[in-house]
C-alpha cells in the first residue's frame, strides 16, 4: 500500500487516511532502509507554512501527512475533496508503541520538559511489556546542541524516534538530520503528545471530541494559545475564500 494522493488545503498536502491506514503505511516505511517523516497536521500548520517556505517544503516532502484537526476535515468536505477521518498524533503515539512492541522495533523519545520523555516511556512501556526504548532525552531544538543530540540517538540504534519539540520545530529538526540518523526508519513530530500520556495536558471527552470541540477544550485548558488559535479563525476565512476565489 503507498500513500494515496495528498488533498491539497491551501497549498498544503494532507493524506486521506484512516488510523488503520496510517499503521499500514507505517508498517511499510519501517521495511524500507531509509528514515521517513510522518507530520501530524492541523489548521495551525497550514497556516505557518502560508509564510515558512521551508515548513511548507518539508510538507510537501513528507513521507505522510496525517490529517490531525477537525478543521481540516471540515475544509476538505467544504473543498471537495473529504478526508476519511481525524488521525490524532495523540492517539497514535499510543499506536504505534503498541507496534513497536508487537515489531521489537525500538523509539527514542526526544523533546518536551525535563523528565517526561522518560517518564512517557515508562507509562508505554507499563501498557505494553514487550516494548523495548532505545532512549529519552528531553535537550532542545537549538542548533547548538543538534551533533550531540543525533549522536546520542545513532548511539542508541533507535529504529523509530517520536520528537516533542511543537511545530515547526519538530519537523525541521527531523528534516535537518534527516540524512544522519541510519538506524532510524520512521521519525515523527508528536507535539503535545508526551504532555497528554503523562496527564500534563488533558485531551478533550470522548464526547466533546466527537463533537469537533477539541480545540476548544484545549483553549479552555491552556488559555495562553489564544494568540496561535487565532490561527484557526484565520484558516476558516482562507478556505472559504480560497473556494470564492476559484469559483
Ligand atoms: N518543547 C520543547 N522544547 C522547546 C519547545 C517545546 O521540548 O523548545 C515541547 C513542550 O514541552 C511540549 C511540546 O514541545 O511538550 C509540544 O508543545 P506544544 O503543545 O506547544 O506543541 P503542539 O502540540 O501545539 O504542536
Redesign the pocket.
Known amino acids: 500500500m503507498n500513500a494515496p494522493q495528498p488533498i491539497t488545503i491551501l497549498q498544503t498536502p494532507v493524506h486521506p487516511v484512516t488510523m488503520a491506514q496510517t499503521l499500514g503505511l507505517v508498517r511499510r516505511f519501517m521495511a524500507q532502509p531509509r528514515l521517513h517523516q510522518i507530520c501530524t497536521t492541523n489548521p495551525?500548520f497550514v497556516m505557518a507554512a502560508q509564510r515558512d517556505p521551508l515548513f511548507r517544503r518539508i510538507l510537501w516532502e513528507a513521507d505522510l501527512c496525517i490529517p490531525d484537526g477537525v478543521g481540516l476535515l471540515l475544509a476538505g468536505r467544504w473543498l471537495g475533496t473529504p478526508l476519511p477521518a481525524r488521525v490524532p498524533?495523540s492517539a497514535l503515539i499510543y499506536h504505534l508503541a503498541e507496534l513497536c512492541a508487537r515489531e521489537g522495533w525500538r523509539p527514542f523519545l526526544l523533546?518536551?520538559?525535563e523528565g517526561?520523555a522518560k517518564e512517557t516511556a515508562h507509562i508505554l512501556q507499563h501498557i505494553y511489556p514487550a516494548l523495548q526504548v532505545a532512549g529519552v532525552y528531553?535537550g532542545?531544538?537549538?542548533l547548538a546542541e543538534n551533533e550531540a543530540i543525533v549522536q546520542r540517538i545513532n548511539a542508541s540504534s533507535a529504529d523509530v524516534l517520536l520528537v516533542?519539540?511543537?511545530?515547526p520545530?519538530?519537523d525541521k529538526w527531523i528534516y535537518r538530520n534527516r540524512q544522519k540518523l541510519p538506524t532510524v526508519r520512521l521519525a515523527i513530530?508528536v507535539?503535545?503528545?508526551?504532555?497528554f500520556v503523562t496527564g500534563r495536558?488533558k485531551r478533550a471527552p470522548l464526547w466533546v471530541q466527537n463533537l469537533g470541540l477539541e480545540w476548544l477544550h484545549r483553549l479552555a485548558h491552556e488559555p495562553w494559545?489564544w494568540r496561535?488559535m487565532l490561527a484557526l479563525p484565520r484558516f476558516a476565512l482562507r478556505v472559504l475564500f480560497s473556494v470564492k476565489h476559484e469559483t
Open positions: 495551525e498524533g523533546g518536551a520538559a517526561v528531553a532542545s531544538p537549538a516533542a519539540y511543537g511545530a520545530r519538530q513530530g507535539g503535545g503528545s508526551f504532555d495536558a494559545r496561535r
